[in-house]
């Protein structure tokens, strides 16, 4: 028996993410544990980069509900993240998640691993925006070993099942979850690494903002084609993850050792403006 954790961060009951979420998870096999977290109902606080979680012996400081999310993906064999488009990105609560994996990067052997699926909803064609990049940067993010991805077009609560083919689908990529081998058909243009359609130019270059991969922009006959050129310590590799551990460490200590000169040259604006606050009710 595997567990099988679904992350929905989605604020409706029954909308399209929980539903195609829950096909994936049932699809996955009659005799495993399906477990389902609404990431809306959590109180994820946001991170107050204050590096006191840098030392793999300890935890965020914040008390909230983070603690509760790390402890059921740590005993998940599986994980399916699903959520849907607003406003051409991912709920926020998919974001407030994200900042907070500063203080499980230096643990990541504790979390990552995991198989995982994304399953991302929008409402109007050509509106989806940056949502499953956005969906399977956390996934890196965590260490998570990601197995396949897509986007389903539905706007209103369970409206993406009048396209059976949307159900195939999911149901496909819960499967892949425990299939060995298995293998994501890749798509065009897309960065080899995390699967990022959202690249950039520096004149020279394609590089995935993402994972820092970079590739060509070249002619395939009359077509127009990027060719990737993949290092084995991009951001999300074991080396990559250690290397933006010793950049925050030396900032830390850096800090510390310039505490009093940033205090100074914060002086001056300690008293400009004024910050407004909502009347206590």
Known sequence: MKRVLGIVASPRNLGNSEILAKAA?????????LELI??????????????????KDKPCRIEDDLSFLLEKIWLADAIVLAAPAYSLGPNSRIKAFQDRFLSVENKHEQYG?????TITTYGVSGWSGYTEAALNLTAKLFNW??????SFLGANPASVLEDPANLKR??????????????????????PVCWSDILRYDGKNVICPFCGTKGEIGMEGDEVKLKFFPEEDYRWSKAGIQQHLDFLNDKKQEFLAKRSLYKELQNPYRKIGNWLTPEQK
């Open 25 to 33: 998870m049932e699809a996955t096999g009659a005799d495993n544990q």
């Open 38 to 55: 609404r990431l809306t109902d959590l109180d994820i606080r946001p991170c107050k980069a204050c590096y006191a979680c840098l030392p």
């Open 113 to 117: 691993g995991k198989a995982c699926i």
């Open 145 to 150: 070993r990601l197995v396949d991805s897509e």
């Open 170 to 191: 999911a149901q496909q990529m819960g499967k892949a979850l425990f299939a060995p081998g298995y293998q994501r058909t890749p798509r065009a243009n897309e960065c």
